[in-house]
């Protein structure tokens, strides 16, 4: 249940990328997609910071270190033939559903949280954001790694739940029933964008 969105709110969608929406997700990533396009679209005209972030993790230290499923290269060849490979697929190109505007905000990534090394905390404050709608996929790393860190930063949250998804059923339910609820507010795209015009 939501009880408020604050006055200044920015909504922060997490890599709806064409790469990342091409996965095999436990719900379908055109229904999220055109939810975060619903609320992008709201956002815009209330007239709030939209942030869109995608994420490149080739080369980056978090994707270099051990790890039982690494799945990404940690060569330096590796990861420059992986990366042409992903730019010629269109792998970090946002999806066209999101409209990008010219007043969006982008971030660029390189691990599951938007926060770690990107100014994104200082941006929404230059913004004086206190409040951040969040959506996207995945639901348990991108997004939960983001939120675990807003929560941190002292912003009141709101989860889209029917606009993010994950490539794990169970991970994405362990998200919406042990995680969020602890850190924030959780409801629909409809609840939100019905609450932007009276939010604070």
């Known amino acids: 249940m939501i009880t ?3 006055k200044q709110s920015a909504l922060v969608l997490i890599d709806l990328q064409q790469g990342i929406t091409g ?3 436990a719900h379908p990533a055109r229904e999220v997609i055109a939810r975060a396009a619903d609320l992008a679209r709201a956002f815009r005209a209330a007239q709030l910071p939209v942030v869109l972030v995608h994420v490149d993790p080739l080369g980056a230290p978090a994707s270099l270190v051990r790890a039982t499923d690494q799945r990404l290269p940690r060569h330096p060849e590796q990861i420059e033939q992986a990366r042409q490979q992903m730019l ?5 190109t946002l999806v066209p559903e999101l409209q990008q505007a010219t007043g969006d905000i982008l971030v660029r990534k390189t691990t599951w949280n938007a926060f770690y090394a990107t100014g994104l905390h200082e941006t929404l404050s230059r913004h004086n954001v206190t409040g951040i709608v969040l959506a996207g ?3 348990s790393i991108g997004v939960e790694s983001t939120a675990r860190t807003a929560n941190e930063y002292g912003y009141n949250l ?3 739940t029917d606009a993010m998804t994950d490539m794990v059923a169970a991970a994405h ?5 042990y995680i969020f609820p602890r850190i924030g507010e959780l409801g629909s795209t409809q609840e939100i ?5 009276s939010r604070g």
């Open 88 to 92: 010629d697929s269109g792998f970090f």
């Open 4 to 6: 408020a969105i604050d």
């Open 23 to 25: 996965m095999p997700t």
């Open 158 to 160: 709101t989860f889209a």
């Open 173 to 177: 339910e362990h998200s919406l029933r």
């Open 137 to 139: 996929i995945a639901t």
């Open 193 to 197: 964008t019905e609450m932007l015009p």
